[in-house]
């Protein structure tokens, strides 16, 4: 399609341009620019033309891959095999956390979260990212896996545990208020290669073995 419309439009534009205009125009047209050198233009033309579409194409089909990708990228299991979890975040556990982190959202900003999928993790890690979109701040999020077994619930995990942001303080102490304990543990592995930089991130692991 890109390499029709640009490259076709040039190929027939100077037929275009001749039918449009008027004999004594296209006279003097054809004694400004003679053919041979108008030839040698629209060639340079396609060429130009040629690398944009290639270009345009590959752009438009990574633009609608990266879409799927995004509407997909929080499914990549089959919910059927969750169908007995019964785990959830209690209604006033979610208005808590919705209202308090609303409260902060200035001083929270971007939000970085993540959780496995697994048992009864998946509703209620649903339910709390569901709480904190609620609250308006801007959630980025994503799958990943723990690193030991004893990487259970929910967590905060840090470049450095011991020197947690003022922002990533006020989070546990809401999710505290909202009866839900959290632990401190170290930045998760696979999280590692995609947060780089990004100091901690909310996840919410397996439930304990």
């Known amino acids: 399609m890109f390499f029709f419309q640009v490259t076709g439009g040039i190929l027939v534009i100077e ?4 039918f449009i205009l008027p004999k004594k125009w296209w006279e003097a047209v054809d004694t400004a620019i003679p053919k041979s050198k108008r030839r040698r233009i629209l060639l340079w033309l396609c060429a130009v033309s040629f690398i944009y579409a290639s270009f345009s194409a590959y ?5 609608r891959l990266q879409s799927v990708y995004e509407r997909n990228r929080d499914l990549p299991i089959d919910f059927q095999t969750f169908k007995s979890s019964e785990k959830r975040l209690r209604p006033d556990q979610s208005k ?3 209202n308090l982190i609303y409260e902060n959202k200035n001083i929270i900003g971007k939000l970085h979260f993540a959780r496995y999928l697994s048992g009864n993790t998946v509703m209620y890690s649903g339910d709390i990212l569901d709480a904190l ?3 308006g701040v801007e959630v980025v999020q994503d799958i990943v896996a723990p690193d030991t077994p004893d990487q259970t619930g929910v967590m905060v995990a840090c470049d450095d545990p011991n020197n947690v942001p003022e922002s990533i303080k006020i989070i546990i102490g809401i999710f505290h208020k909202a009866d839900i304990n959290v632990n401190i543990t ?3 592995t696979q999280a590692k290669k995609r947060y780089v930089g990004n100091g901690c991130i909310l996840f919410v692991g397996p439930d304990p073995l």
């Open 59 to 63: 752009d438009n089909v990574n633009m």
């Open 133 to 135: 979109k609620r609250s």
């Open 96 to 98: 808590i956390i919705s």
């Open 186 to 188: 170290n930045m998760l």
């Open 15 to 18: 037929q275009l341009i001749e």
